[in-house]
């Protein structure tokens, strides 16, 4: 199994890294690397057992709030998740970019690819860093 399970003992973002399997490891750790230096103000921990950065708060119409992170990876069970939790004007920005971001799958907020060479690395921290930007300005509201 690809995925790192949510275990209790996983506090560190060294910690994930380091349960990878083998065939994980090297992608994660390098988009790991790319998303500190494209958005260092993005603190990275650990979030429900995958790699989060940065903290953003919410509060959706129905009064439900809480804290997401702006920024998350994954090592999923058939691929690697890379999360852009932050919207510009009314579209996430994966799903705004889905097209430019190489031979992944999208979802609104998620990118989902199976080899590192599959997703266009500068578009995606293109994205992290406008992310990152629009949290410190106050925009980028979560949907």
């Known amino acids: 199994m690809a995925r790192v399970e949510a275990n209790a003992d996983i506090k560190t973002p060294r910690d994930y890294l380091a349960r990878l399997p083998p065939n994980r ?4 750790a390098a988009i ?5 230096v494209a958005a260092p103000e993005l603190k990275p921990r650990i979030v429900r057992g995958m790699l989060g950065y940065g903290k953003y708060k919410y509060r959706y119409a129905s009064g439900r709030q809480g804290d997401w992170f702006v920024i998350g990876l994954a090592s999923q069970k058939h691929y ?3 999360y852009v939790c ?4 009314d579209e996430y920005l994966p799903e705004k970019n889905k097209k430019r971001l190489g031979n992944v799958s999208v979802g609104k907020s998620c990118i989902r690819f199976k080899k590192f060479e599959d997703l266009n690395l500068p578009v995606a921290l293109e994205l992290v860093r406008k992310a990152a930007n629009l949290v410190k300005t106050g925009g980028g509201m979560l949907r």
């Open 86 to 89: 932050i919207c510009d004007g």
């Open 32 to 36: 790991h690397k790319a998303v500190r």
């Open 25 to 28: 490891q090297a992608a994660v």
């Open 80 to 82: 690697i998740s890379l």
